[in-house]
């Protein structure tokens, strides 16, 4: 009965330690669109639901004050993209997704002898992401860790 009075167009899971919250645009049986925030957060064994439901023709002043406060709590300047364009100044790559031919070319200059530091500025990504992908890979790194 549910899913045939409301259509779900997108969602989005964001994990915050002992909560989860839920960003999810749903659609009424008459073409209504909304926005449903969802907190989920463990207390003991049972779980607590709180949902704020914001329309489609409110989303605009909710926009207008979310970000008034994100700006007040000084979000902004220390968001994951405003870092990540930092990083990627140093390291072009960082972050992005493994192509397999870098993990082939990285296997082979691993076994050439290829130091961490120098891996890192071949696949222009940090040192630790150079570490991480050989754990996953099952290579062993055999110099100190804070190359």
């Known amino acids: ?9 997108f969602s ?15 659609q ?22 709180n949902r704020v439901m914001v329309f489609e023709e409110n989303l605009e002043g909710f926009c207008v004050g979310f970000n008034k406060v994100t700006e007040f709590l000084g979000v902004r300047g220390k968001s994951k993209s405003y870092g990540l364009d930092e990083l990627r100044r140093k390291y072009p790559k960082a972050y992005e997704k493994w192509p397999p031919e870098d993990d082939e070319k990285l296997k082979m200059k691993h076994g050439e002898g ?12 940090q040192p630790g ?10 290579l062993e790194i055999s110099e100190p860790s804070q190359q």
């Open 1 to 9: 009965l549910m899913s045939a009075e409301k259509k779900e167009l």
């Open 12 to 26: 989005e899971k964001v994990s915050a330690g002992s909560r989860t919250y839920f960003f999810d645009v749903k």
């Open 28 to 49: 009424s049986k008459d073409g209504v669109r909304y926005l449903v925030i969802s907190e989920s957060k463990q207390v003991d064994t049972n779980y607590r639901h």
């Open 114 to 125: 290829i130091s961490v530091s120098e891996l890192a500025s071949l696949f222009q990504r």
């Open 129 to 138: 992401a150079i570490r991480s992908r050989l754990a996953r890979l099952g």
